[in-house]
């Protein structure tokens, strides 16, 4: 077992890449700053093996910091984006990333992006996405 960190839309499950179906459709390219989207992630067959869906998750809050700003996170939050620790089994090490499937899900729990990431200070009327 590991507790791993994720974002991901609340009612849909979508990442910031793709859509649930595996839809490559980055949302990250419609936030202003997008710290994140440099990062490779095209189609990989690794997230689909053995007819297994894999997921991709941050080893820490910390983690999840260096890879998305305060503004990002603050958009986030705004469309609907939460912040989730998990406790999984099954999972994959990968070098900047963690690999989990739905199915190896012990425990799933909000943190609340606030907590995390200095958004208090922007402006709530300002901000478009």
């Not at 979508?14 to 419609?30: A, C, H, M, Q, V």
């Not at 093996?49 to 603050?74: H, R």
């Not at 606030?114 to 009327?125: A, L, P, V």
Request: charged fraction near 35%; include cysteine.
């Amino acid at each position: 077992m590991i507790k791993i960190y994720r974002i991901e839309h609340e009612d849909t499950e979508r990442s910031l890449w793709y859509r649930p179906d595996g839809t490559f459709d980055p949302f990250i390219e419609k936030l202003t700053e997008g710290k994140s989207r440099i990062l490779p992630m095209d189609f990989d067959s690794k997230f689909y093996d053995f007819d297994t869906k894999w997921y991709s998750a941050c080893y820490s809050v910390e983690n999840m910091q260096q890879w998305f700003s305060d503004l990002d996170a603050y958009e986030l939050m705004r469309s609907d984006y939460k912040l989730y620790e998990i406790t999984a089994k099954d999972c994959r090490k990968q070098e900047h990333e963690i690999m989990f499937t739905q199915q190896g899900i012990l425990f799933k729990e909000e943190i609340p992006i606030e907590t995390i990431w200095n958004i208090n200070r922007f402006d709530k009327e300002n901000i478009k996405i």
